[in-house]
């Protein structure tokens, strides 16, 4: 199977009112939920050949913590930054064969969206740091690989472990 893992950034600080939203890091609950959600993540077996994120500093910091869990390198897709499901398609379209899993880092309401296009009615809110876990078929080449095709696994979140 193909595994694509979808992941919202972390809780962003609000805190600086001067930083753009780009430039809004994470906060204490996210610096602390992020580097225990890549633990679960990696906990459920899951594998993955690539890291793509936004480049917005919450998303990135988000995947930096999943990136050293899983020992993986991370590339920026401005496309996910506040991204529609068509762009995390787009580069899930663009993946190399040899590629069996990946992660993308990205924001809402684009996630929600994107949970919604698999499986319709999972979910009304993405929480941040919310996993969204999905497989296609490894008979599909990553170019065929559409919603449609893919199929729910699982949603994780922070709260389910407090």
């Not at 869990?69 to 991204?83: A, D, P, T």
């Not at 190399?96 to 949970?115: C, W």
């Not at 080449?141 to 559409?146: L, P, S």
Request: hydrophobic share 40%; proline share 4%.
């Amino acid at each position: 199977m193909k595994t694509i893992v979808f992941v919202r950034h972390a809780k962003s600080s609000w805190d600086d009112f001067r930083l753009t939203d780009f430039e809004r890091p994470l906060d204490a609950r996210g610096t602390h939920d992020a580097p225990m959600m890549a633990k679960k993540l990696k906990k459920e077996g899951i594998h993955a050949d690539i890291i793509y994120s936004s480049p917005a500093i919450r998303a990135l910091t988000t995947a930096q913590y999943f990136a050293s869990e899983f020992g993986l390198k991370i590339r920026q897709e401005s496309n996910l930054y506040h991204g529609f499901p068509q762009h995390y398609l787009g580069v899930i379209q663009s993946l190399k064969e040899d590629v069996s899993g990946v992660m993308l880092f990205g924001h809402n309401p684009g996630l929600t969206h994107v949970a919604n296009e698999i499986e319709r009615g999972c979910t009304d809110n993405l929480p941040t740091c919310g996993i969204v876990i999905a497989q296609a078929s490894v008979s599909l080449d990553w170019q065929d690989v559409d919603y449609n095709k893919m199929k729910l696994m699982k949603i994780l979140y922070p709260k389910m472990f407090y």
